[in-house]
């Protein structure tokens, strides 16, 4: 992997994804921020309304992850929608520390929370 792109990585911004449309089978491109935690990367949102990106990552995890900015890449990626209460609740307390203001237990409940692996950057 490029040091660029590893740096780039290791801290969260605002990237776009590209999904696939489970209903049409069409790329969906949006853009959302990233998180690092621990050395892994999450993708979540505020609470709220259902989010199609989620919707179509849960009927086909594999995604395509834009850098934008100083450095730009197009990274195949793997979405893992996390489920489990308990690591939904360590995670957003990470997010909810650059998300000011937000309620962790409303952000538990209510909010996408995917871990993203990046399977051709492995090494």
Not at 89 to 115: C, D, Y
């Amino acid at each position: 992997m490029d040091d660029r792109i590893r740096r780039t990585l290791s801290r969260g911004h605002v990237i776009e994804i590209t999904t696939i449309g489970r209903k049409t089978g069409r790329p969906r491109r949006i853009e959302i921020v990233f998180h690092t935690i621990d050395g892994r990367i999450y993708i979540s949102g505020l609470p709220g309304f259902p989010r199609s990106w989620l919707a179509n990552m849960r009927n086909d995890p594999r995604f395509t992850f834009h850098l934008k900015g100083p450095v730009q890449a197009d990274l195949p990626a793997v979405a893992r929608p996390i489920v489990d209460e308990a690591e939904r609740r360590r995670i957003f307390t990470e997010i909810a520390k650059v998300w000011r203001g937000q309620n962790v237990e409303t952000m538990v409940g209510h909010s996408p929370l995917v871990e993203v692996t990046f399977p051709d950057l492995a090494a």
